[in-house]
């Protein structure tokens, strides 16, 4: 009986549904269309989405409205249906004939500001696309550093319905970062914490370099940065939940971030899973490293190295279409690890897209890709060209994009780029107990976007000038080695201090690469002219290496880095070697040096190094050794002592030596002076000697080892930092001059 009449209502129902859509439709038997004096008929019938003999109900009058407005090109439109006649109704959006700028002179500043606005010459004005292109505007000021900027759009109207656009910016103050304060539970000394992060607190000094004004973007890449360096002193839980600009005054900005850092984590039990058919020994360098790190203080980027010899290990073995996984268990402040390697689909790379290279040429671009179109996909080596990319430093940013290729196999890779300012400004000057001292650079890291280096320098101080003028080609022939030549001028005046004077022209060419993971090779050619002078002072042996002197060498070096990061150094060593080989030479001298040290912490918020440094020079002929190739230790290599002045000594004058050696040791001192944020204090011990005369047995030529103790303090004070050494001599020779107190004050910018 339900059914029978469910059945009933059922059909009721759709027959009222079908009433109602027949009732309410019209056929659209023509179109009108009225206001339009830009824009054709049958280009507004097109945005409309509709044709003559349509049928039309009330749904569809809406839908044409929306459709009609959503072209942009009107401020107002009205859709009507009588007798079948569709009447459309509109009013054209003005034309912007010109747009010009005031306030802004800076074509740098221009670029970024009205970069990408909606409003453009010729386009339709649009009230809605002006806000927002104001908005954008005052946006970028902000990231730029101008928080006190305005901006004033005057509209001007013309005949035939067209404006003219004019943009008014008043850039006011650029707002200067005063103070920069850390608060929270930090750890570490604010002195360290500024080293960490980009922003700079404003200095008279620093007047080429921007990162003393507020920048939003630099804020929260300087929040990032703080937060990896504590995941890498073992802060797991670490957060930098917030950093904010307080207005001290009209223009002067204090940047505080607020870290909670928690408790410190350690490293537990790691350990690996990989497919059943995959050998065991060939990840035996994994369980070697997952050993060494079990009860080692957590840090992220140790676990990025074992990502990264994971990575190392499949490429090796040939593991192709594999990816690897981690999960992390805690157990109070101690952390277990498992890394799964997984097998995945076999797929291949069709082609690989390139977009947002104006300058730099494609091939710079492809030169960095670790996987190339025909090869099998690889996620390891499809990230490492991404890095490679970005380490360029030409680009802005660096995106991928993994698109289905033409078949169930394949994959379309679309790489953007947003390139970005490719040349460096860069000065610097100092003052110290050795004097003044400038230095000025000026190069472009992609030259006529070739990805060439150029590069000008010139160092002056109280004793020499130097010149150099270098290009460099990061990746000849489309090879991962780089090749570069390079002309030098040198002027140094060692007359008052030691006795002769030299001037060097010459150029040289050479090539480096990688030779192995972190192991760099370099291969050189040096050819120089030098002139040598002495005073009527100097002793008959000084006087007679006067002349003029033609040498060429081969120059030979082997680096080989593992420290955490190249600036800022906690942790790691870097071991590297230089040889200099005569072959076309007036004296055919044979150089040696060896260079070693050794990062590690000993407790908490400490940097203590190791160092070692070798040298010798000796002639191949048995001939003297020339006055400008002897061996004078480095100021920081031997503190407590002036610069130069140990060692053998030829009358009144140092002349170097044959062979030099220096052990060095430093430790910071984290808990003095706890309270003097911008006051870094550290221990050193030193151990040094310069000896070996080849020209004259009677020199006076004491082999005793030279040592000294001290403190070092580093501040940084409002007219730059100041660098002081307080150093006692431990054991020294009775021709050796003594120096307690050195200081240097000077910065780069």
Do not use: C, H
């Amino acid at each position: 009986m339900f059914r029978k009449y469910y059945n009933i209502i059922l059909a009721f129902f759709i027959f009222i549904f079908i009433l109602t859509n027949t009732s309410f439709a019209e056929v659209i038997k023509s179109i009108e269309i009225n206001g339009n004096k830009r824009i054709p008929n049958q280009t507004i019938i097109m945005f409309a989405d509709i044709s003559e003999g349509q049928n039309l109900n009330p749904t569809d009058l809406n839908n044409i409205l929306k459709n009609i407005y959503e072209s942009n090109f009107f401020s107002n439109v009205s859709v009507n249906l009588i007798e079948n006649i569709l009447q459309i109704n509109v009013n054209e959006f003005p034309i912007i004939e010109n747009i010009s700028y005031k306030g802004i002179k800076a074509d740098k500043i221009k670029n970024v500001i009205f970069k990408d606005l909606k409003l453009k010459p010729r386009s339709s004005y649009n009230e809605i696309f002006l806000n927002e292109d104001k908005k954008k505007i005052q946006d970028s000021l902000r990231i730029l550093g101008y928080f006190f900027s305005s901006v004033n759009i005057s509209i001007t109207q013309l005949d035939d319905n067209k404006v003219d656009l004019e943009y008014n910016v008043d850039l006011g103050k650029k707002s200067k970062i005063k103070k920069i304060s850390f608060i929270g539970n930090k750890i570490f000394k604010d002195r360290k914490l500024k080293r960490i992060i980009t922003s700079e607190e404003y200095k008279f000094w620093k007047f080429i370099s921007g990162k003393k004004f507020l920048n939003e973007n630099l804020i929260e890449f300087d929040q990032r940065l703080l937060k990896n360096f504590y995941l890498n002193k073992g802060y797991y839980n670490v957060q930098v939940n917030s950093s904010f600009a307080k207005l001290i005054n009209e223009d002067e900005f204090e940047l505080i971030f607020n870290i909670d850092a928690k408790d410190k984590y350690y490293f537990n039990k790691i350990t690996l899973k990989i497919p059943e058919d995959f050998e065991t020994e060939n990840f035996q360098s994994l369980n070697n490293i997952f050993k060494s790190l079990k009860g080692e203080t957590y840090s992220i980027n140790k676990v990025e190295d074992i990502l990264q010899e994971i990575d190392k290990v499949t490429l090796e073995e040939q593991f192709e279409s594999i990816s690897a996984t981690v999960q992390e268990e805690i157990i109070e402040n101690k952390i277990n690890f498992q890394f799964s390697i997984e097998k995945s689909e076999k797929i291949f790379v069709e082609k690989i897209n390139i977009f947002g290279n104006n300058v730099t040429r494609e091939n710079v671009i492809r030169n960095e890709f670790e996987i190339d179109e025909g090869d099998p996909y690889n996620e390891i080596l499809a990230k490492k060209t991404i890095n490679n990319l970005k380490s360029l430093r030409f680009f802005k940013s660096v995106n991928s994009e993994i698109k289905p290729g033409s078949s169930e196999n394949s994959k379309i890779i679309n790489i953007s780029v947003e390139e970005k300012p490719t040349g460096e400004i860069s000065a610097g000057a100092g003052f110290g107990t050795d004097g003044a001292s400038i230095l000025f650079s000026v190069k472009e890291n992609n030259y006529l976007g070739k990805g060439l280096r150029v590069e000008t320098k010139f160092l002056i101080n109280e004793e020499s000038f130097k010149g150099n003028f270098s290009v460099t080609n990061p990746n000849y022939n489309n090879s991962d080695k780089s090749v570069y030549i390079s002309a030098q001028a040198i002027e140094t005046d060692r007359l008052a201090s030691f006795g002769y004077k030299t001037n060097k022209t010459g150029f040289s060419i050479g090539t480096n690469f990688e030779y192995l993971d972190d192991l760099n090779f370099g291969l050189a050619s040096s050819n120089y002219y030098e002139k040598i002078e002495t005073d009527s002072t100097a002793s008959s042996r000084q006087k007679s290496q006067a002349g003029n002197y033609w040498d060429s060498f081969i120059n030979l070096n082997f680096d080989f880095d593992k420290r955490n990061q190249k600036f800022q150094t906690t942790e790691g060593f870097r071991s590297n070697y230089y040889l200099d080989v005569p072959i076309i030479s007036d004296t055919y001298t044979l150089s040696n040096t060896y260079n070693y040290e050794y990062y590690t912490d000993l407790y908490e918020d400490n940097v203590s190094v190791f160092s070692l440094y070798l040298k010798s020079v000796d002639s191949i002929k048995n001939d003297d050794v020339k006055l400008s190739e002897r061996i004078f230790l480095p100021s920081n290599k031997l503190r407590g002592f002036e610069t130069g002045k140990i060692g053998p000594k030829d009358g009144n004058d140092f002349i170097g030596g044959n062979y030099a050696t220096a052990l060095n040791f430093s430790s910071t001192i984290p808990q003095l002076l706890e309270n003097s944020q911008n006051i870094d204090v550290l221990f050193f011990l030193d151990a040094a000697n310069v000896w070996g005369v080849d020209y004259d047995k009677s020199i006076n030529d004491n082999s005793k080892i030279r040592s000294s103790f001290g403190i070092g303090v580093d501040w940084l004070t409002p007219i730059g930092p100041i660098n002081f050494t307080f150093a006692e001599p431990i054991t020294k020779a009775n021709t050796d001059i003594t120096e307690t107190f050195r200081f240097n004050l000077g910065t780069t910018f």
